[in-house]
């Protein structure tokens, strides 16, 4: 749409105004109608419209924040206005918008989306957020709110700020601090991370686990005494699932000799479930020296035809140069050895396909073999694995 303007203003008292005031108003007219009619599409328009008018607004600056506001406070029933509104209100730096989105994020009658969306905003505000939202902490029923909102913003304060309730009596809270802890090199982690990894919550343990995997080389400066993978062994055997998968996970990032070892003995016990000994196969993988190899070879002959499964994948994923070759060479002693779970398709299936991935005479003629399969799918993996080749 095209809009023209004559070549004067119209003066009420009569006459044209002169050209100085004339330009002024004029484009502050234009302006306040620019506004008032975006301002009208954030209150009635679909939700393109909302979304295109919330990228606008901001540039109107103060009267915008208050026209929005005032939106806000006249419907809020509506949750989508709220939203738009919250992206708005979250580029302006003043103590209004900093108030309207605590507000938006506490209020009992928000929208989860609008809370989620004022809590992004208030983070994009950094710094200034950190006090307001520090004071949601002293409010029991706000406190994991806070923290959550709290982590989103990369702030040496925040750490100082949500610390001290490690030890709080609620687990999610406990949970998030240690979360939020897992992302920074900080003094303060030793205490709620050695405390939290034998938590009564399986919560709060798993939280903990985590945190030892991603910062035990910072935790070993800060406590040399401190046994990072007796720890993790200790999880490899806790009662929750989740934890001791975790714990697996952990032991792949330290990477060490003794974390290979701790995994060997979690893999070959029989008293390991199916689910953790997966988790334990694929944290050797990722750990790549020659004892995780000798392990994974181990893992091809267990009794689960899932775990034999998932150490052919891993093997055949194998990326090291000086380790591939050793891969390959565990994969074939294996298959030449005639294991049982050879006579299953899937396995010969999973064989043709890991073996593609090695140039190697011996594991090619293998996937070559698989071309005269009797099990006609085993025969299309085969001719995969022959284009793996090249």
């Known amino acids: 749409m095209t809009f023209t303007t004559s070549s004067s203003l119209w003066n009420p008292h009569g006459g044209s105004l002169p050209a100085s005031a004339r330009d002024g108003s004029t484009e502050s007219l234009v302006a306040s109608q620019t506004l008032k009619a975006l301002l009208d599409l954030l209150e009635v328009g679909d939700f393109q419209e909302r979304w295109d008018v919330a990228k606008r607004l901001p540039s109107f ?53 609008v809370k989620g969306m004022a809590a992004r905003t208030l983070a994009n505000l950094g710094a200034v957020a950190i006090a307001p939202l520090s004071e949601l902490l002293e409010e029991e029923r706000w406190r994991l709110l ?31 601090v240690l979360a939020l802890l897992s992302c920074h090199r900080h003094p303060l ?53 989740a934890v001791s ?39 050797l993988g990722w750990i790549q020296r020659t004892q995780s190899i000798e392990l994974l070879q181990t893992a091809l002959s267990l009794p689960s035809v899932e775990l034999c499964l998932e150490a052919i994948r891993v093997l055949s994923q194998v990326k090291r140069k000086r380790l591939k070759s050793r891969a ?47 099990d006609e799918t085993v025969r299309w993996h085969a001719v995969a694995g022959c284009e793996a080749i090249g």
């Open 146 to 176: 806070g923290i959550r909102t709290l982590a989103q913003i990369r702030h040496g304060d925040v750490i100082e700020r949500v610390a001290p309730f490690w030890n709080d009596e609620s687990e999610e809270v406990r949970a998030q």
């Open 328 to 374: 390959a060479k565990a994969l074939l002693t294996w298959w030449n050895s005639h294991p049982p779970h050879r006579d299953m398709p899937r396995v010969r299936q999973a064989i043709a396909l890991g073996l593609g991935n090695f140039q190697q005479p011996e594991t090619e003629a293998v996937v070559r073999s698989l071309l005269e399969d009797a």
């Open 189 to 241: 982690l030793l205490t709620p991370v050695l405390k939290g990894v034998r938590d009564l919550s399986p919560l709060v343990r798993r939280e903990a686990t985590i945190v030892l995997g991603l910062q035990h080389e910072w935790l070993q400066e800060l406590a040399p005494e401190v046994e990072i993978v007796g720890l993790l062994r200790e999880r490899l055997l806790d009662l929750d699932l």
């Open 61 to 113: 600056g103060q009267p915008a924040l208050e026209g929005t506001l005032a939106l806000l406070r006249s419907h809020p029933e509506d949750d989508e206005l709220a939203w738009f509104a919250a992206q708005v209100i979250g580029q302006f730096h003043s103590s209004e918008a900093l108030s309207a989105l605590l507000e938006l994020l506490t209020s009992t009658t928000t929208d989860e989306d």
């Open 245 to 283: 998968q975790q714990a697996a996970i952990a032991l792949s990032r330290v990477g060490t000799l003794e974390a290979i070892a701790a995994l060997g003995r979690c893999l070959r016990s029989p008293q390991t479930p199916v689910p953790l000994k997966l988790e334990v196969i694929r944290a």
